[in-house]
Nanobody, 124 residues
Framework: QVQLVESGGGLVQAGGSLRLSCAAS????????VGWFRQAPGKAREFVAA????????YYAESVKGRFTIFRDNARNTVYLQMNSVNSEDTAVYYC?????????????????WGQGTQVTVSS
């Protein structure tokens, strides 16, 4: 099972930027997909973005497209989520997760390893 450790959360002003990190115990040449999900207070957890470690294909939720970027650093076995132009609706606990392939990557049930989560709070 893939081990995942998130970091980088914190308090950011609306319109600002924040970068989240997900250190993964898996070779970046594998078929694994790493996804980011988030859960806001009182809401269900939702898909944010995903990247296929081999090849680097990416996919985004409409709500973050054009503002967030997911990318990987092969040398560090780390996946990042660069968050720009954040707003109050981005306030949530962010989780990274790993799925074995690139099938139905928006669906949480496809992911069999999860990190502990990191809090992102956007202040107005």
């Amino acid at each position: 099972q893939v081990q995942l450790v998130e970091s980088g959360g914190g308090l950011v002003q609306a319109g600002g930027s924040l970068r989240l990190s997900c250190a993964a115990s898996v070779r970046t040449s594998s078929s694994v997909t790493v996804g980011w999900f988030r859960q806001a207070p009182g809401k269900a957890r939702e898909f944010v973005a995903a990247i296929r470690l081999s090849g680097g294909s990416t996919y985004y939720a409409e709500s973050v497209k054009g503002r967030f970027t997911i990318f990987r650093d092969n040398a560090r076995n780390t996946v990042y989520l660069q968050m720009n132009s954040v707003n109050s609706e981005d306030t949530a606990v962010y989780y990274c997760a790993a799925a074995p392939d690139w099938i139905n990557i928006r669906e949480q049930y496809r992911y069999n390893s999860w990190g502990q989560g990191t809090q992102v709070t956007v202040s107005s």
